[in-house]
């Protein structure tokens, strides 16, 4: 049985995609296969793949090229090739540690009772092998769901690997006519049925925030998916139980991404919420950017 499926999805990224596939070659365990699912690339990866499909490694790579679409629905179509007991999404502009895959394969082996509360392990990214992204907590490791993260200071992006069963379960909806939606929603979602993910502190993933990639994007990155952005939204204050000034500060973050807060009945009728709520998060948005800025 292969333990885990690395699973990339690109767009454009012949550039870097080099430094990941070397990454993959360098691992002390070789027990998982690598799925691409090229989004729709205009520069030359697939080029650059298929030669490395000739290639004599001690894994497998899948290679498949689709119309662009988006993040999301390329983890729905590598769930339905996967043949991993653990998914694992490595972006292709980062790369693993080289005992990457052999500390995922001990730390989930931890779990030996209770595994049927758990939807996998985690554990940090660094911007280098020393230097941890956001906030971790004290100890070995923590079983908390992705609902809890905060009360156990982890901040910030992680590596998340999850069952694959688990998320065939709970894969991400697809909007017609839009491209993009939150991983979190998906997360928030496997966290409100009870599962658990078993937090590590070890950094295995090694991330940088490009220029071209969705991080470095923003806010910028919902304004053509609105129905993907009201869904997530209408789920994290669900999910969180927010108070009155929260669920504005939502609504206020959906007018601005999606109307840059220029049409803010629209943004009503798109939420079905009242102006004034609107109104009152865009003034608390001014004032924590005064704050912020002081």
Not at 38 to 44: E, I, L
Not at 108 to 113: K, M, V
Not at 260 to 285: S, Y
Request: hydrophobic residues 35%; proline residues 1%; contains cysteine.
């Amino acid at each position: 049985m292969i333990k885990v499926t690395v699973f990339t999805p690109t767009f454009n990224r012949g550039y870097i995609l080099q430094q990941c596939y070397e990454s993959l070659k360098r691992q002390t365990n070789k027990n998982f296969e690598w799925i691409i699912i090229d989004d729709g690339s205009t520069d030359n990866t697939e080029e650059i793949v298929k030669k490395w499909l000739v290639e004599k490694n001690d894994f497998n790579i899948k290679y498949l090229k689709t119309k662009n679409g988006g993040k999301h629905r390329a983890i729905n179509k590598a769930l339905d090739l996967s043949n991993g007991y653990l998914f694992f999404i490595v972006d292709s502009d980062d790369y693993l540690t080289d005992d990457a895959i052999e500390k995922v394969i001990k730390a989930e082996e931890t779990i030996n009772s209770n595994k049927e509360k758990f939807a996998g392990i985690a554990m940090s990214k660094g911007y280098s092998n020393n230097e941890i992204v956001g906030t971790t907590f004290k100890g070995e490791y923590v079983d908390a769901t992705s609902l809890e993260r905060k009360k156990y200071n982890i901040n910030g992006d992680k590596a998340e690997i999850f069952y694959t069963d688990i998320l065939r379960k709970n894969k991400f909806p697809e909007f017609e006519g839009e491209n993009f939606v939150t991983e979190a929603l998906v997360w928030n979602r496997i966290a409100k049925q009870g599962y658990k993910i078993r937090w590590f502190q070890d950094i295995i993933y090694i991330c940088k925030y490009r220029d071209d990639g969705l991080t470095k994007q923003g806010i910028n990155i919902y304004r053509n998916s609105p129905k993907g952005l009201r869904l997530y939204i209408k789920e994290h204050i669900q999910n969180f139980n927010l108070g009155f000034i929260r669920r504005c500060l939502q609504y206020e973050f959906y007018s601005r991404a999606i109307y840059d807060n220029k049409d803010i009945n629209r943004a009503t009728k798109d939420l079905n919420v009242r102006k004034i709520e609107i109104q009152i998060g865009i003034f608390l948005r001014k004032i924590v950017n005064i704050i912020k800025s002081e």
